[in-house]
């Protein structure tokens, strides 16, 4: 065994040797029962804030008192209304102040710090209480994120985690669960910045601040990628056992040596996930390095050594067979005890914290309790996937194995030991800690219904029928036991869930409707026509084809025929007209004599195949048969149909405007509220008919037909900032077109006039303006808020 190895080994035995005297006493409580004896006395203090006696009229209102919470906005109102609001949030942060930042809640400083959280937390929550049925929390979404992090000053990193975040979702292979994975690693990202929030007062100036929650942001994800590629990949399915080794062995080197080995050192890569392993390694790199250049001296040494230890730990329970009927109670609880403590020592060793004193102790001993509590939560899911849990083995091996511990129980006696050994008796650790126990009780019966948690409390509470009674009244009578952080849970998974259904369908909907609308496109050539005529209808159908996205007769669609029910068929030809005088003004744009473009959507521009002359009369063609197709609008009132064609003439003059502006000012300096101005002539213009010509012929209140067009306006501009910065960045082959143009026809851009930082700024701005909008529109925004993620996020 060389240095390093011996080193690490001592490493994981110090450890060991401290969770084994700690389970000793948990092991000694369980035995003679004295946790119940203890718990019971606790429990009567804390039934008297949730168990309240009914009276008859409480009885009768109990149907229409309370809202399901995953009803987000509507619950919270309701805590709200009934008062119980303060004390809600008093519980749930003073938990994360315990669980998260492993803090005494009996100490003068902490309770002011929760009281200071609580009060935020609220004055959010009421400025937010008016939000649409159904709709997230706006700070799990990233115009949320983006908006905190602009009071912050913190823009960058927002940004910058987004699209990690982003990059990380999408190579998140089948066979692991996206939405927890991705729910884990912005847990961890939160976790980190609390830490950081929690270590600063209002001593600490604006841009030391903005610094440290920079770093923070960053810290956090560097961290938090290991919960999905490494705990979760190795847990899953997707690798198989060779390469569960191989992989494990890289990770288990990189904390031993300090430094991660090239993907090249560790040999020819054995299966079929070496574009998975490539990624996972460079993205894990990235990070590890990021952490190693922010740790101080003093600090590094601790995050390796905890690094290694969890790593170890969790390895160690990874590797055991369900089947194995011989593992004995210290190999089934101190890996737990040592995982579940070290995975909270390795934040404060990220962040370069040294914690109040006594901080390391509560740290150490809280851990089991979050852990024991999570696995009862997944016994179930444990148990398909042959998993090793203290629940799982006992329920496999509990007839045969007498000796085995029962987990149940020491959940119990850790929390009797955590109440008085660890909090020092203190009554808001007692609240905080049982109620907490009791809410996992409920949703548990709740999630698995009553005979399934009947046979459960057979199986795990038999060996103290007495106390499980007394539990088993809690669980039935108490109230007040909710938590803010399983709301957020909760909401999470279901807003990740929702996202990534509704990114689905709008690609989906994005490549039916498109298709749909290729077919419509082409021009026909009736017989005996004039030679010219011909050539113009060959020049105006190839501009038609290539790779358009073609997104403004798709948006037109959606909301005409998903949310206003116009029929598909009758408002196809307002479909057509919008490509065709779309397609007629990139025909003008890419003249020499405007943008001088040499190639779109992937191919010559109509010029660089004709000439100047034809391109010119082919646009004029374009936009003739554009009116005509508005004139064909027959399934609809005459009315709405000649408002439809003057508004569509207007913004057809708009844009021209639009265009000339743009001209005009090539090779001159702009302000930024002029080149606003031409973007949302060029633009947002186009938006705006794609979502107005429909609400037109719908006959929709004009009131929604503003909202349309402001969300529209912002939702320009920033598809056009975007526009400038793939032009600044991208590529070819990447945007099918030359990138650069703008800088070679010294034109004014956003990225010219803000720069590459201030242009990405300013179109999250623009998102966020957009996104806030929706809210005013009274239809499922669904679709537009993907149009907006699309128009943010693309490559091209």
């Known amino acids: 065994m060389n240095v390093v190895s011996e080193r690490s080994d001592t490493w994981y035995k110090q450890a060991e040797q401290k969770a084994a005297q700690y389970f000793a006493t948990l092991a000694g409580q369980v035995a003679n029962k004295a946790y119940a004896t203890t718990l019971t006395e606790d429990i009567k203090l804390w039934q008297k804030v949730h168990v309240q006696p009914h009276s008859l009229l409480s009885f009768l209102t109990r149907r229409n008192r309370k809202p399901e919470a995953r009803h987000y906005s509507k619950y919270i109102r309701w805590l709200s209304d009934k008062g119980k609001l303060d004390d809600y949030l008093d519980r749930s942060v003073s938990y994360i102040y315990m669980r998260d930042l492993g803090k005494a809640l009996h100490a003068r400083d902490t309770k002011a710090r929760i009281q200071r959280v609580v009060d935020d937390v609220k004055n959010h929550l009421m400025r937010n209480s008016g939000a649409k049925q159904g709709e997230q929390p706006s700070f799990m979404s990233m115009a949320g994120l983006y908006r905190w992090a602009q009071k912050e000053g913190i823009e960058n990193a927002a940004i910058w985690v987004i699209g990690k975040i982003r990059i990380v979702t999408s190579n998140i292979p089948e066979g692991m669960n996206a939405e927890q994975a991705v729910r884990k690693l912005i847990k961890l990202i939160v976790g980190v910045v609390l830490h950081v929030m929690d270590d600063m007062d209002d001593s600490v100036?604006?841009?030391?601040?903005?610094?440290?929650?920079?770093?923070?942001?960053?810290?956090?994800?560097?961290?938090?990628?290991?919960?999905?590629?490494?705990?979760?990949?190795?847990?899953?399915?997707?690798?198989n056992a060779e390469e569960k080794e191989q992989y494990s062995q890289m990770i288990r080197t990189t904390l031993m040596d300090g430094a991660v080995p090239d993907i090249a050192e560790i040999g020819e890569w054995n299966g079929n996930n070496r574009d998975l392993i490539q990624f996972v390694h460079e993205e894990l790199r990235d990070a590890f390095d990021f952490i190693k250049r922010h740790q101080r001296p003093d600090t590094l040494q601790s995050f390796s050594e905890q690094s290694y230890v969890f790593f170890h730990s969790q390895h160690m329970d990874r590797?055991?067979?369900?089947?194995?009927?011989?593992?004995?109670?210290?190999?089934?609880y101190l890996p737990v005890i040592i995982k579940s403590s070290s995975s909270r020592l390795i934040v404060r060793s990220v962040i370069g914290s040294d914690g109040d004193e006594g901080f390391d102790k509560r740290t150490f001993y809280y851990g089991i309790y979050n852990q024991l509590a999570d696995d009862f939560a997944d016994m179930f899911d444990d148990m398909s996937d042959g998993a090793v849990t203290a629940y799982t083995y006992y329920l496999k091996h509990r007839n045969q194995r007498p000796d085995l511990i029962n987990p149940y129980e020491l959940y119990w006696a850790v929390i009797s030991f955590l109440i008085h050994d660890v909090y020092d008796s203190d009554a808001k650790s007692r609240e905080v800690l049982l109620a907490r126990a009791i809410n996992g009780l409920k949703r548990c019966k709740q999630r698995v219904g009553l005979v399934k948690y009947n046979e459960i409390m057979d199986i795990f509470a038999s060996g103290n029928p007495a106390f499980n009674r007394y539990i088993q009244r809690m669980v039935d009578k108490a109230d007040n036991v909710d938590f803010y952080d399983k709301l957020l849970r909760d909401q999470m998974v279901s807003v990740l869930r929702n996202d990534r259904q509704e990114k689905e369908d709008f690609a989906e909907t994005i490549e039916t409707v498109r298709e749909q609308i290729n077919r419509q496109l082409q021009i026909s050539k009736p017989i005996g026509i004039p030679s010219m005529k011909e050539t113009l209808i060959d020049a105006a159908n190839y501009s038609l084809t290539g790779d358009g996205k073609r997104l403004r007769p798709i948006l037109t669609w959606v909301m005409g025929v998903n949310e206003y029910g116009l029929s598909p068929t009758g408002i196809l030809p307002l479909l057509r007209s919008l490509e065709y005088m779309h397609t007629a003004s990139l025909i003008f744009d890419d003249l020499p004599s405007q943008d001088n473009s040499s190639s779109r959507r992937g191919r010559p521009t109509l010029h660089q195949l004709h000439n100047?002359?034809?391109?010119?009369?082919?646009?004029?063609?374009?936009?003739?048969?554009?009116i005509e197709e508005q004139a064909s609008l027959e399934a609809f009132d005459p009315k709405s149909v000649l408002a439809v064609i003057r508004y569509s003439s207007?913004?057809?003059?708009?844009?021209?405007?639009?265009?000339?502006?743009?001209?005009?000012?090539?090779?001159?300096?702009l302000t930024l509220e002029q080149l606003n101005t031409i973007s949302y002539y060029k633009t947002g213009i186009a938006f705006e008919a794609s979502l107005v010509m429909p609400a037109i012929l719908a006959q929709a209140e004009e009131k929604e037909i503003t909202s349309l067009k402001k969300y529209s306006y912002h939702a320009g501009i920033a598809f056009q900032i975007k526009d400038d910065l793939l032009d600044a960045e991208g590529d070819l082959l990447s945007l099918g077109k030359p990138a650069g143009l703008d800088v070679e026809n010294n034109n004014s851009t956003f990225v010219t006039i803000l720069g590459l930082e201030g242009a990405r700024k300013a179109m999250w701005d623009h998102y966020c303006l957009a996104m806030e909008l929706l809210r005013e529109i009274p239809r499922n925004t669904a679709f537009l808020k993907q149009l907006l993620n699309y128009l943010v996020t693309r490559d091209k």
């Open 205 to 239: 100036l604006p841009e030391e601040r903005a610094k440290r929650l920079d770093g923070a942001i960053r810290l956090g994800y560097s961290y938090g990628l290991t919960y999905p590629f490494i705990d979760d990949l190795l847990d899953s399915g997707v690798l």
């Open 319 to 332: 590797v055991k067979e369900l089947s194995n009927p011989s593992y004995t109670n210290e190999d089934l």
């Open 612 to 626: 100047s002359a034809t391109a010119e009369l082919t646009g004029l063609f374009l936009i003739q048969k554009g």
């Open 650 to 669: 207007q913004k057809a003059a708009d844009m021209s405007a639009g265009q000339a502006m743009d001209l005009h000012a090539k090779g001159k300096a």
